[in-house]
């Protein structure tokens, strides 16, 4: 398993800009990286996903206001989220699908 820590989240009204950050213990280059989250009383889905060739993919709830994109030089993963809406509060959550590593999750709080 790699160990990964998400950094980035926090307070923000509605509109407004946040970018999330996870960093990995260990060289993720050849790994898909994925982003999730979980929104109290509801199951964790499915946010963005990037290859290791930097292909992206999008939840349709995002699309179009978040980007996911990475740095192999630093091991890191980051969502840049605009626009942001109150029903996108939720803990997000770095994930390597290969080896199911999930970090320990960041608050995202949409509120005015």
């Known amino acids: 398993q790699v160990l990964l820590v998400e950094s980035g989240g926090g307070l923000v009204q509605p509109g407004g800009s946040l970018r999330l950050s996870c960093a990995a213990s260990r060289s993720i280059s050849t790994y898909d990286m994925s982003w999730y989250r979980q929104a109290p009383g509801k199951q964790r889905e499915f946010v963005a996903s990037v290859t290791s060739t930097s292909s992206t993919n999008y939840a349709d709830s995002v699309k179009g206001r978040f980007t996911i994109s990475r740095e192999h030089a630093k091991n890191t993963v980051d969502l840049q989220m605009n626009s942001l809406k109150p029903e996108d509060t939720a803990v997000y959550y770095c994930?390597?699908?290969?080896?199911?590593?999930w970090g320990q999750g960041t608050q995202v709080t949409v509120s005015s």
């Open positions: 994930n390597q699908p290969l080896t199911d590593s």
